[in-house]
């Protein structure tokens, strides 16, 4: 079974940095590439919210709110996604989930998502 496992999560002052990862592992031969990788967050209460996503040719999109602070950024050899956070603010913290588009044949694709990894940001 595929799996998306994010980290890096924890409490940082407003301000500061974080990076997140996102690892995507599953049994030989189960992976065969990975398409659109995506980072969504999510508070209680509220809906979880698209906020970065990265095609397999490595063009990023950004929501506004995190344009310009937050950088995505793939690596497909480890089969892992990231997150660069810079200038969190108090209104970043969240749970931040990874999704992506996984090719397992090249006629099978199916899409994930991670259990989420919580951000706290003090100010």
């Known amino acids: 079974q595929v799996q998306l496992v994010e980290s890096g999560g924890g409490l940082v002052q407003a301000g500061g940095s974080r990076r997140l990862s996102c690892v995507v592992s599953?049994?030989?031969?189960?992976?065969?590439?990975?398409?659109?990788m995506l980072w969504y967050r999510q508070t209680p209460g509220n809906q979880r919210e698209w906020i970065a996503s990265i095609t397999k040719e490595g063009r990023a999109t950004y929501k506004n709110a995190v344009r310009g602070r937050f950088t995505i950024s793939r690596d497909d050899a480890k089969h892992t996604l990231y997150l660069q956070m810079n200038d969190l603010r108090p209104d970043d913290a969240a749970t931040y989930y990874c999704?992506?588009?996984?090719?397992?044949?090249?006629?099978?694709?199916?899409?994930?998502w991670g259990q989420g990894t919580q951000v706290a940001v003090s100010s």
């Open positions: 999704n992506a588009d996984v090719m397992r044949t090249p006629k099978d694709l199916v899409n994930y």
């Open positions: 599953g049994p030989p031969g189960s992976i065969f590439s990975i398409n659109l």
